[in-house]
């Protein structure tokens, strides 16, 4: 049904924000959400996903419909080799922030001593991370954002945390209200499909505390960003390089009436 409405000569007015991909469940568009002075974020410009190393036949035909022509992966080394993109005509920019969460916990585990809790607080500091020690990878993203390479796909493995904090930077940019920010960011917990089958040493309690999002995780990135730099507008400026002038180029570019 998706793909029909993609190959429609006059697509719908509002479109489907999740593709429904098989192979990538949590591919959506970042379209349709309001900025504060009444403009929208452009439809089919914007994409964010897990990653595409599991394409169907299918899904790659609506990828291409779609006219992506750039992929930012966050994935480290050894998860980029795990699953590359099946589409040549994207270009994948690298923009690898490795991860931590997972040898942590299973350090725990070797020492017997891993609760949902020891999870939880590993998740809000890896997001605390991304802010200190990841920046240059966002400007990196803003930069190819203001050379519009879009249509364009933002992922990570799960498309939940590297690009969560990602697509809420983004947004947040283009001026779009917090609660819809944070909105967005949790629409992982609806469409994101977990292999059942991966990190089964770990508990299962465990296992859904790192396999969902939570407000307290995107929060604790805000927390950084303030404790750093004061403010999301400072942040802007002085970590991603988005100053004034940046900032109103990408919402002409991003957003319309």
């Known amino acids: 049904m998706t793909y029909i409405r993609l190959m429609s000569d006059a697509p719908p007015l509002h479109p489907a924000r999740h593709l429904g991909l098989r192979g990538a469940s949590n591919f959506r568009d970042l379209g349709g959400y309001p900025?504060?002075?009444g403009r929208r974020v452009r439809w089919r410009q914007i994409f964010r996903s897990n990653h595409l190393g599991?394409?169907?036949e299918t899904d790659v035909a609506i990828v291409r419909q779609l006219g992506v022509r750039t992929a930012f992966d966050f994935?480290?080394?050894d998860e980029r080799s795990a699953g590359l993109c099946p589409i040549a005509e994207i270009a994948v920019q690298s923009l690898a922030i490795e991860p931590t969460v997972l040898p942590a916990l299973r350090a725990l585990v070797s020492a017997g001593r891993l609760t949902a809790?020891?999870?939880q607080d590993l998740m809000r500091e890896s997001y605390r991370n991304y802010i200190r020690h990841h920046t240059p990878r966002f400007r990196v993203l803003f930069d190819h954002l203001l050379a519009d390479h879009a249509p364009l796909v933002i992922h990570c493995t799960a498309g939940k945390d590297r690009t969560g904090v990602a697509c809420a930077?983004?947004?947040s940019a283009l001026d779009v209200p917090d609660e819809v920010v944070l909105e967005d960011y949790l629409l992982t917990n609806q469409y994101f499909r977990r292999d059942a089958a991966a990190h089964s040493e770990l508990p299962d309690d465990v296992l859904k505390a790192i396999g969902t999002v939570q407000a307290s995780f995107l929060a604790a990135?805000?927390?950084a960003v303030r404790q750093d730099y004061g403010d999301l507008d400072t942040y802007l400026r002085d970590g991603l390089g988005v100053d004034g002038a940046a900032r109103k180029a990408l919402q002409e570019r991003y957003l319309a009436a």
């Open 75 to 77: 994935r480290g080394r």
């Open 169 to 171: 930077l983004v947004l």
């Open 221 to 223: 990135a805000l927390d």
């Open 117 to 119: 809790e020891d999870a």
């Open 35 to 37: 900025s504060r002075d």
């Open 54 to 56: 599991q394409l169907t």
